[in-house]
Nanobody, 123 residues
Framework: QVQLVESGGGLVQAGGSLRLSCAAS????????MGWFRQAPGKEREFVAT????????VYADSVEGRFTISRDSAKNTVYLQMNSLKPEDTDVYYC????????????????WGQGTQVTVSS
């Protein structure tokens, strides 16, 4: 079992940057594909990015391609989401997730979830 704790959210002006972190418990972190999702109130959870267990493969949503970068540090059991050129429409609660599937793009592919961290981008 994996426990996930996100951090790094906050308030930032449009055009600014934030880096989200997701710390995972357990010694099998390197076996999991990791993903980031986001969700606004009343809306479905939306895929943002995913990274394979090796870190060699990444996939991004079209809406964040070229602005966000997902990475992982297996020595620290942590996955990151570097968010640049932020836009007001990026405002959401961001969730970290883990799965043993290969590069899951939908929330139902993931088995473990963090509690979420709020990102607010002001115009």
């Amino acid at each position: 079992q994996v426990q996930l704790v996100e951090s790094g959210g906050g308030l930032v002006q449009a055009g600014g940057s934030l880096r989200l972190s997701c710390a995972a418990s357990g010694r099998t972190f390197s076996r999991y594909t990791m993903g980031w999702f986001r969700q606004a109130p009343g809306k479905e959870r939306e895929f943002v990015a995913t990274i394979s267990w090796s870190g060699g493969n990444t996939v991004y949503a079209d809406s964040v391609e070229g602005r966000f970068t997902i990475s992982r540090d297996s020595a620290k059991n942590t996955v990151y989401l570097q968010m640049n050129s932020l836009k007001p429409e990026d405002t959401d609660v961001y969730y970290c997730a883990a799965t043993t599937n290969i590069l899951g793009l939908g929330p139902t592919s993931y088995d473990y979830w963090g509690q979420g961290t709020q990102v607010t981008v002001s115009s």
